[in-house]
């Protein structure tokens, strides 16, 4: 998962303190504002469709679409010795827990020693065929330099695993964790450091690659460097940021950008590379306005262009800039030659922003007749076919790499089995509207550390039982399951084409699931 609630509210914390800032914001960044028009055309007005007039029979998921969870080996096992570890253990200056009620990790819902469980339960509950992780930098390489075999031959196991039971694994590389001794050298933060991570992907890379197709280089750089180095209450480790800390914010999220690149590139030139599909995890936060005005407009364009459309651009066209008149500007131009050979796109929501002379109010998060979640969002499912849309201008296969809701369970789990009936109706659209949309990963399998808000937010499809760490199915994961099942068995709409497989026709007939 991505970020949290004291996350979003320091959005606004920011920007009440700071909005003369987003003029020039705006304004130096024309640069990339322009390029990226010339790569997303955003529409004012959103397809018109409305998810909750569709009908779950109506779905359609071609034979090779990929249905899967998606985890954070750090939020569902814990860590060794990385920068999370020293972070949940230490407190700020005045000694508040960096954690909420002063939670830690531990070994949360042990998928480290329990992922046959996991995966007998993924298997048998949903039929899934794909699982995305990430393996932990810090279990892998404690020290710098030196590689523990054991941990190497334990993701070995958890492969196989998987693919014994037809479950086609997705690698990610670095979720927002590594080892306290790269956190030390000043990590992401120094462009010399990036050489640290590219070896340690390409051990794993050389390890794995025979039998995992699909690799992440980096899970969301653009929260990272939010969560991490921007004011005025991060969340995340290193916890840098301030009203002066945009230059050094920026220059860690060109960092990431030029660490994919060289890691793409790596991982290309060894043995499997060339048939390996190699990507970057971008989470699509959309920040509007509550009003359609042109100043309630105006912050959240700010936003989107450092958090959104620099990104894209980068991926578009090869070259990240972005800065301040008269005080610094980053930019990094990569090499010719492809950068992804797909994008993961990690979506949620949209964040309201309501703008006031006096203030801007976080509290405008949801608009009248939506349903909130847990997070400080709502249900908005119309929100990922959008970005869906504006992604598909990359040209590049599209995996949603994590999509799920935050939401205390209730007797009938209604939020939940909502979330998804919606959210999965938004992805069959944009498959159906010729949409090069090829998986779909839930967040996430187990309720596990959320972050900074630790075990407050319930993401999993099942429950943990802090004690034993019994799994428990969640009602409203019925709905997940139940698509995925009909979708596997053909029970769903089928169409005259497959966009995926080509050649291949079928009967057109509907089915109740």
């Known amino acids: 998962m991505t970020y949290s609630t004291n996350t979003f509210r320091s959005m606004h914390q920011l920007m009440y303190c700071v909005p003369l800032l987003f003029l020039s914001l705006f304004f130096s960044s024309c640069p990339s504002l322009s390029a990226m028009n010339e790569v997303v055309s955003v529409p004012f007005k ?18 090779s679409f990929l249905f899967g969870f998606s985890i954070a080996e750090h939020q569902n096992s814990g860590g060794i010795s990385s920068n ?16 909420q009620r002063g939670e830690t990790s531990g070994i949360s819902s042990d998928h480290w020693n329990r992922y046959p469980e996991d ?26 330099g030196v590689f523990c075999e054991e941990a190497l031959q334990h993701y070995s196991e958890e492969i196989d695993a998987l693919l014994a039971v037809n479950i086609i694994p997705m690698v990610t590389l670095h979720h927002f964790v590594h080892p306290q001794w790269f956190e030390d050298m000043g990590a992401f933060e ?13 051990k794993v890379f050389e390890a794995f690659a025979s039998k995992v197709p699909f690799w992440c280089t980096i899970n969301e750089p653009t929260i990272y460097m939010f969560a991490g180095y921007l004011p005025l209450n991060c969340v995340f480790p290193p916890g840098k940021g301030s009203i002066t800390s945009w230059p050094l914010a920026v220059r860690v999220l060109k960092n990431l950008l030029q660490a994919h690149t060289e890691i793409y590139h790596a991982l290309k030139a060894l043995p499997f590379g060339d048939t390996a599909k190699i990507g970057l995890v971008h989470q699509y936060l959309k920040f509007e306005g509550y009003s359609y005005n042109s100043i309630g407009i105006l912050p959240g364009m700010m936003f989107n262009n450092l958090m959104n459309t620099s990104v894209l651009t980068f991926l578009k066209t090869g070259t990240f800039s972005y800065g301040f008149p008269c005080y610094y500007y980053e930019t990094y131009t990569a090499p010719e030659g492809p950068l992804s050979d797909f994008i993961g796109l990690n979506y949620y929501s949209r964040a309201l922003i309501e703008f006031k002379w006096s203030q801007l109010s976080p509290d405008a998060s949801c608009m009248p007749g939506e349903t909130m979640t847990d997070m400080p ?6 929100g990922l076919y959008d970005t869906i849309v504006e992604v598909a201008e990359l040209g590049l296969p599209i995996y949603i790499t994590e999509n799920g809701i935050a939401a205390k369970e209730t007797t009938d789990d209604t939020r939940r089995k909502m979330w998804f ?14 949409y090069d949309v090829r998986g779909f990963f839930c967040w996430t399998l187990n309720d596990n550390f959320e972050w900074d808000m630790g075990y407050s937010m319930k993401f999993g499809l099942y429950s943990v039982e802090p004690e034993t760490l019994h799994r428990t199915l969640k009602a409203g994961s019925s709905v997940y399951a139940d698509i995925i099942k009909a979708a596997r068995a053909g029970k769903l709409s089928t169409h005259t084409s497959d966009y995926l497989v080509g050649n291949t026709t079928q009967e057109s007939s509907v089915q109740e699931l």
């Open 119 to 144: 995966i007998a339960n993924m298997k048998q509950d949903f039929n899934v065929n794909a699982f995305r992780f990430s393996i932990a930098w810090d279990r892998i390489e404690p020290e710098e």
């Open 190 to 202: 120094h462009e010399e450091n990036i050489q640290y991570f590219v070896r340690f992907s390409q």
């Open 46 to 63: 959103r397809p018109a469709f409305n998810v909750k007039e569709t009908h779950l029979n109506e779905l359609y998921f071609p034979p």
């Open 377 to 382: 969002y709502a249900i908005y499912a119309q």
């Open 421 to 434: 009936t919606e959210y999965l109706k938004a992805t069959s659209l944009a498959v159906e509207d010729g």
């Open 84 to 99: 999370w570890t020293t972070w949940e253990n230490s407190t700020w200056s005045n000694g508040t827990p960096h954690i």
